[in-house]
Nanobody, 121 residues
Framework: VQLQASGGGLVQAGGSLRLSCTAS????????MAWYRQSPGKERELIAD???????KYLDSVKGRFTISRDNAKKTVYLQMSGLKPEDTAVYYC????????????????WGQGTLVTVSS
């Protein structure tokens, strides 16, 4: 199973970006999907996650500015970011909890490779 993230880039403060992350490989079912970020010198933090049914949760600092969504048919999770601030500059990672095969005993967590978001002031 692989997760491929895309959509990062350079944007001015106040601007918007949309990140995408698509899962591929042997996938029976995807449970939760999430976005994390890591800024230089800081620990990786969970900023948003979403259940298979679409229930989303957010880090307080991004509430009202970021929206997580998913397309189960496309095995893709999105992060729409608006009102970006310089402090949002980070490498953004997607993650997902996936059942590869119905015969598996348990699901596993997988990570994407990260995509850099840089917000200039």
């Amino acid at each position: 199973v692989q997760l491929q993230a895309s959509g990062g880039g350079l944007v001015q403060a106040g601007g918007s970006l949309r990140l995408s992350c698509t899962a591929s490989g042997p996938i029976f079912s995807i449970n939760f999907m999430a976005w994390y970020r890591q800024s230089p010198g800081k620990e990786r933090e969970l900023i948003a996650d979403i259940t298979r049914s679409g229930t989303a949760k957010y880090l307080d600092s991004v509430k009202g500015r970021f929206t997580i969504s998913r397309d189960n048919a496309k095995k893709t999770v999105y992060l729409q970011m608006s009102g970006l601030k310089p402090e949002d500059t980070a490498v953004y990672y997607c993650a997902a909890n996936i059942w590869s095969r119905p015969s598996d005993d348990t699901s596993q967590d997988y990570w994407g490779q990260g995509t850099l978001v840089t917000v200039s002031s």
